[in-house]
């Protein structure tokens, strides 16, 4: 059974420019949770989606946004980059959400604002 | 905002010894998890434990919930070089917002 697939795995942004990260889940998962890791904050939830629906957000400014479509796979976009969006970002599935099955995570996309 | 602190925040010994990692905090738990993370992957889910006391062993890993649900360890006996990696614990947090908190990890190196 494939894992969960981001891409791209690396990328290079400029300030002020906006991005689009990529997470197809394990099939049959219809839970996808997206995650900010920095050396700083350690890892921060930013939304979970389920059955199309964004079902939770985390503390993080409109800029960050996301979306899942009808075959679970998930999109997450940020606008109007800032240097301090640099990180790896996660992406994680499950069969159903909010912790009533276990997380499977990807290995990430890790984007560099300069 | 529940906060799962960790400690020690890095950890670097030798082949065939043990350690012990903790993740403490004020807020009590309905369950605990545990992840490990090698460099340039995602964390992958250890164990969860559910009951106020509870011991679980994954091999020469050993993990305790503590009684009051408010505290965890997490044993390694005779470490080995496989073993190094970014150990997270993670707990949900109740409410309408329901999401999975994480502490900052204890980064783990064990030397040949």
């Known amino acids: 059974k494939a894992g969960v697939t981001q891409t791209p795995r690396y990328l290079i942004k400029t300030r002020g420019q906006q991005v689009t990260l990529s997470c197809s889940p394990i099939s049959g998962h219809r839970s996808v949770s997206w995650y900010q890791q920095t050396p700083g904050q350690g890892l921060q939830f930013l939304f979970e989606?389920?059955?199309?629906?964004?079902?939770n957000k985390g503390n993080f400014p409109g800029r960050f946004s996301g979306r899942q479509f009808s075959n679970s796979r998930s999109e997450m976009n940020v606008s109007t980059l800032e240097l301090g969006d640099s990180a790896l970002y996660l992406c994680?599935?499950?069969?159903?959400?909010?912790?009533?099955?276990?997380?499977?995570f990807g290995n990430g996309t890790r984007l560099t604002v300069t | 905002t529940q906060l799962l602190e960790q400690s020690p925040q890095f950890l670097s010994i030798q082949e065939g010894e043990n350690l012990t990692v903790y993740c403490n905090s004020s807020?009590?738990?309905?369950?605990l998890q545990w992840y490990r993370q090698e460099p340039g992957e995602g964390p992958v889910l250890l164990v969860t434990?559910?009951?106020?006391?509870e011991v679980k062993k994954l091999k020469r890993l050993t993990f305790q919930f503590g009684d009051a649900r408010k505290d965890s360890s997490l044993h390694i006996t005779a470490a080995q070089p496989g073993d190094t990696g970014l150990y997270l614990c993670a707990a949900y947090s109740g409410g309408s917002n329901y999401k999975l908190t994480f502490g900052k990890g204890t980064l783990l190196t064990v030397n040949p």
């Open positions: 434990v559910v009951t106020g006391g």
């Open positions: 807020s009590v738990f309905s369950s």
């Open positions: 989606y389920f059955s199309e629906t964004q079902r």
């Open positions: 994680a599935s499950s069969l159903a959400p909010r912790g009533a099955s276990p997380l499977h």
